[in-house]
């Protein structure tokens, strides 16, 4: 079978590993996107980060059986054109929980610890030991989401000693947090957080969750990170939040649309941290990604796949 691989910063050692682990398999390996036109007719397997996983390509794929997605996020996928023409679609979900936790707890440490006074400090040669800095032992910690992402930023925080409260669409307890609560009781977990960190995917359910009523309930020295799906909450509404002081802090990863507009005002305001959707990024990520396509590809080969990793609920969306 043609396994079709459009992932452009594949190294030559991983395709020459890939081809040696799997010799009865014919690899395609594309670094020009323009070209997959000419290759997808004939393959069943298509390796890809999803964006150029598009209706017009499907209905030339007409021997596609198994889409492995070398990314968490699927909404972006025809789910329709997937469905009308059965295919299976896999992604690595969990391999982003150890980068994105470290990003979390790293970023709220950097905002309790000034760091960014301080950098500003250096540049200028200004030795200021004025300023006033918090602790983050035994705070709260509200996690929207307690998949793997979710729940590896809950461990992290119980290494502060902090109370973890997780919110999901099921309400089902979870490892390493205190309490889970449903996505129906939001409403009367966010006074609680010190911290509130979302790591929600984007679907039907979670697209503009939360609202100006929700950070009208937030605590107004809270931290509000978002690092799950841009989508999650409108621009205008973090907006107001941050300059109506409804909130203390906004580290914010992603965005309603990316790039963030550089005339918006969250730029420039003291009580934002903005970074460019970089919380999963780790000079291991495509080493974990092909690790779990190797284990679904064993399981693809022995027609094992109700077994395989990851496979996506195209009716959900995750």
Same mark, same amino acid.
């Given at each position: 079978?043609?396994?079709?691989?459009?992932?452009?910063?594949?190294?030559?050692?991983?395709?020459?590993?890939?081809?040696?682990?799997?010799?009865?398999?014919?690899?395609?390996?594309?670094k020009?996107?323009?070209?997959?036109?000419?290759?997808?007719?004939?393959?069943?397997?298509?390796?890809?980060?999803?964006k150029?996983?598009?209706?017009?390509?499907?209905?030339?794929?007409?021997?596609?059986?198994?889409?492995?997605?070398?990314?968490?996020?699927?909404?972006?996928?025809?789910?329709?054109?997937?469905?009308?023409?059965?295919?299976?679609?896999?992604?690595?979900?969990g391999i982003?929980?150890i980068?994105?936790? !470290?990003?979390?707890i790293?970023? +709220? @440490?950097? *905002?309790?610890r000034? /760091?960014?006074?301080?950098?500003?400090y250096? &540049?200028? $040669?200004?030795?200021?030991?004025?300023?006033?800095?918090?602790?983050?032992?035994?705070?709260?910690?509200?996690?929207?989401?307690?998949?793997?992402?979710?729940?590896?930023?809950?461990?992290?925080?119980?290494?502060?000693?902090?109370?973890?409260?997780?919110?999901?669409?099921?309400?089902?307890?979870?490892?390493?947090?205190?309490?889970?609560?449903?996505?129906?009781?939001?409403?009367?977990?966010?006074?609680?957080?010190?911290?509130?960190?979302?790591?929600?995917?984007?679907?039907?359910?979670?697209?503009y969750?939360?609202?100006?009523?929700?950070?009208?309930?937030?605590?107004?020295?809270?931290?509000?990170?978002?690092?799950?799906?841009?989508?999650?909450?409108?621009?205008?509404?973090?907006?107001?939040?941050?300059?109506? !002081?409804k909130?203390?802090?906004? +580290? @914010?990863? *992603?965005?309603?649309? /990316?790039?963030?507009?550089?005339?918006?005002? &969250?730029? $420039?305001?003291?009580?934002?941290?903005?970074?460019p959707?970089?919380?999963?990024?780790?000079?291991?990520?495509?080493?974990?990604?092909?690790?779990?396509?190797?284990?679904?590809?064993?399981?693809?080969?022995?027609?094992?796949?109700?077994?395989?990793l990851?496979?996506?609920?195209?009716?959900?969306?995750?």
């Amino acid at each position: 079978m043609t396994v079709l691989f459009t992932i452009s910063n594949i190294t030559e050692k991983q395709e020459t590993h890939l081809k040696a682990r799997f010799p009865n398999q014919n690899f395609v390996f594309l670094k020009d996107k323009k070209l997959i036109p000419q290759y997808i007719e004939e393959a069943e397997i298509f390796v890809t980060y999803g964006k150029d996983v598009t209706e017009e390509l499907l209905e030339q794929a007409k021997n596609l059986k198994w889409i492995q997605v070398l990314a968490a996020g699927v909404d972006p996928l025809p789910f329709d054109a997937i469905k009308k023409n059965n295919i299976l679609v896999t992604n690595v979900r969990g391999i982003h929980k150890i980068p994105m936790s !470290e990003y979390a707890i790293s970023m +709220i @440490l950097s *905002v309790y610890r000034k /760091e960014r006074d301080l950098l500003l400090y250096q &540049l200028d $040669k200004h030795w200021n030991r004025t300023l006033s800095f918090g602790e983050v032992t035994g705070k709260t910690m509200i996690v929207l989401g307690t998949g793997s992402i979710g729940q590896e930023v809950a461990r992290l925080a119980k290494a502060f000693r902090m109370k973890t409260i997780g919110v999901s669409r099921s309400g089902r307890d979870k490892e390493h947090f205190d309490e889970v609560y449903s996505v129906t009781h939001l409403h009367s977990v966010l006074d609680k957080g010190d911290f509130i960190v979302s790591v929600l995917p984007s679907t039907k359910e979670t697209r503009y969750l939360l609202k100006d009523e929700h950070f009208d309930l937030m605590r107004d020295d809270a931290i509000f990170l978002n690092m799950g799906r841009g989508d999650l909450v409108k621009t205008e509404t973090l907006v107001r939040a941050v300059q109506e !002081e409804k909130i203390g802090h906004l +580290i @914010l990863d *992603v965005f309603e649309e /990316e790039p963030l507009a550089a005339d918006s005002p &969250l730029w $420039k305001n003291e009580r934002v941290t903005i970074t460019p959707h970089i919380a999963a990024i780790s000079d291991r990520y495509l080493e974990r990604a092909l690790g779990i396509f190797k284990e679904n590809m064993n399981l693809y080969e022995d027609r094992q796949l109700e077994e395989m990793l990851n496979v996506i609920d195209l009716d959900r969306g995750y």
